[in-house]
């Protein structure tokens, strides 16, 4: 029986991804999958290692098991000064190293993250819609047994790494809010000598529009400001962020 909780807080994380200024704008979109988020099904065994582990593993020096394997690491990586140990893999038959072949256990969806940093001029809106105006960075990745739990994980490592934000509520001021309130964005005006009815949809010059850039740019530099921005893209974005008046 399907899990009615389960479903509303999968929902909830899927509306809460594809609101945040940091995964969305006008190239890119969570409720597109293979742009703000990639993922996918894993026939995994109970190792939790997917089918294209078929046959053989990675093992990484340092890791269980790794000893048995030294001689092979240190002949493997004699010459090479650069990769540190921590790195090194080697590839190991799968059946050798768990004593048994690989077998069907469960199956598993992977996530991968990626955010945003617009490059444009964040006071043209005409930029916002130029793929190449928007950097992709890595972002947080995982997985779980099910679609819901994963989409629940994802919004969970999203929101620990990138802040709890929504692009509309939480990226406009409050003068922008409260112009929101009294100003439509767009204005209908009859298209002179049509007897039809119909009407042009023009820009409201009353309504403060800010653009996706903005958005993106105004997150950005909460962003830069964390811990977590700090150690992985030090000074990245600084000549960006000084663009915002």
């Known amino acids: 029986m399907t899990d009615i909780s389960i479903q509303l807080k999968a929902k909830q994380a899927f509306d809460f991804l594809n609101?945040?200024?940091?995964?969305?704008?006008?190239?890119?979109?969570?409720?597109?999958?293979?742009?703000?988020?990639?993922?996918?099904?894993?026939?995994?065994?109970?190792?939790?290692?997917?089918?294209?582990c078929l046959y053989d593993v990675n093992v990484y020096r340092g890791t269980k098991g790794w000893e048995k394997y030294k001689d092979k690491f240190d002949k493997t990586f004699e010459?090479?000064?650069?990769?540190?140990?921590?790195?090194?893999?080697?590839?190991?038959?799968?059946?050798?190293?768990?004593?048994?072949?690989?077998?069907?256990?469960?199956?598993?969806?992977?996530?991968?993250?990626?955010?945003?940093?617009?490059?444009?001029?964040?006071?043209?809106?005409?930029?916002?819609y130029a793929s190449e105006n928007w950097g992709g960075y890595c972002g947080p990745e995982g997985g779980a047994n099910t679609f819901d739990e994963m989409l629940i994980k994802c919004a969970a490592a999203v929101k620990r790494k990138f802040g709890n934000f929504n692009s509309y509520y939480d990226m406009h001021t409050k003068e922008e809010l409260a112009n929101h309130k009294k100003n439509m964005p767009m204005l209908f005006k009859p298209i002179k000598g049509d007897k039809r009815g119909c009407k042009l949809m023009v820009d409201n010059p009353k309504y403060k529009?800010?653009?996706?850039?903005?958005?993106?740019?105004?997150?950005?530099?909460?962003?830069?400001?964390?811990?977590?921005?700090?150690?992985?893209?030090?000074?990245?974005?600084?000549?960006?962020?000084?663009?915002l008046k």
């Open 209 to 243: 529009n800010v653009s996706q850039g903005e958005i993106n740019l105004r997150w950005l530099k909460w962003y830069n400001q964390t811990d977590s921005c700090k150690k992985n893209w030090p000074g990245q974005f600084d000549k960006l962020i000084a663009k």
């Open 19 to 52: 609101d945040h200024p940091a995964l969305n704008n006008p190239s890119s979109s969570v409720c597109v999958f293979g742009s703000s988020i990639w993922f996918y099904m894993a026939r995994c065994c109970k190792h939790n290692l997917s089918d294209g």
């Open 79 to 128: 010459k090479d000064k650069d990769t540190p140990k921590l790195l090194q893999s080697i590839r190991v038959p799968y059946k050798e190293y768990y004593g048994e072949p690989w077998k069907f256990d469960h199956v598993e969806y992977w996530y991968e993250t990626t955010f945003y940093a617009f490059l444009g001029n964040p006071y043209n809106r005409k930029e916002d």
